[in-house]
């Protein structure tokens, strides 16, 4: 069964700095897709960014950026530019293109907190 | 609607009592699904259903959750004889069918069971 692991229960960043939010993966297939999640305290998700596992290049949005490396199915978030709004949970998830369902697995998430 | 709707917002039950909660999935999504958030948890995936038909059940946790999806729309989880460890929060999320499609959340039910 494929799994999420994110080892960073908690991460802290000051303001306008960078930070990167680590996420590792355990799947045998080759195509899926990859994601990060927000998770406001009003706890409705709200969808960061998305890697298909067979583009080479690394998904973008604005101040947010993956680091995918598919050998070591590793999947991190940078945020540039750290703003007080980006403080949430964040959540990596993981599709499977052969579940019928495409559902989602996610990770445990990682808090985080944004220094003024 | 503009976005997923769940209610209630917040549910306080006594242990032993059933509860339902709504979900109102965006206008033409056909793909909803139910997921579990317990506390300090990530989310774990509790059922899909594609337009009225639920052919992923695996995620439910024992036979007290049941769910059903009616007109292809609004969508009631039902949990009978709530236990303790059934707190959490309930999310439901929609989207167009396909791999490629985004999954819309709402902001949540969350329940109590004391």
């Known amino acids: 069964a494929q799994t999420v692991t994110q080892s960073q229960p908690e991460m802290s960043v000051q303001e306008a700095e960078t930070v990167t939010l680590s996420c590792t993966y355990d799947?045998?297939?080759?195509?899926?897709?990859l994601f990060w999640y927000k998770q406001p305290p009003s706890r409705q998700m709200i969808l960061v960014i998305r890697q298909e596992a067979y583009k080479q290049q690394n998904a973008t949005e604005n101040r947010f950026s993956v680091n995918f490396q598919k050998a070591a199915k590793s999947f991190s978030l940078k945020i540039s530019d750290s703003q007080l709004g980006d403080a949430a949970m964040y959540f990596c998830a993981y599709r499977r293109l052969m579940d019928s369902s495409y559902k989602l697995i996610f990770g445990s998430g990682t808090r985080l907190l944004v220094r003024p | 609607g503009a976005g997923v709707s769940q209610s209630p917002s917040n549910k306080v039950t006594e242990k032993g009592k059933d509860v339902e909660l709504r979900c109102d999935p965006i206008s033409g999504h056909t793909a909803l699904y139910w997921y579990r958030q317990s506390l300090g948890q990530g989310l774990e995936f509790l059922i899909y259903f594609q337009g009225n038909s639920a052919p992923d059940k695996s995620g439910l946790p024992s036979d007290r959750f049941s769910a059903e999806r009616t007109g292809g729309s609004v969508s009631t989880l039902t949990i009978q004889r709530t236990q303790q460890e059934d707190s959490a929060v309930y999310l439901c999320?929609?989207?167009?069918?396909?791999?490629?499609?985004?999954?819309?959340f709402g902001e949540g039910s969350r329940l109590t069971v004391l």
């Open positions: 999320a929609s989207s167009l069918e396909g791999a490629t499609g985004e999954l819309f």
């Open positions: 799947t045998s297939e080759s195509d899926y897709y």
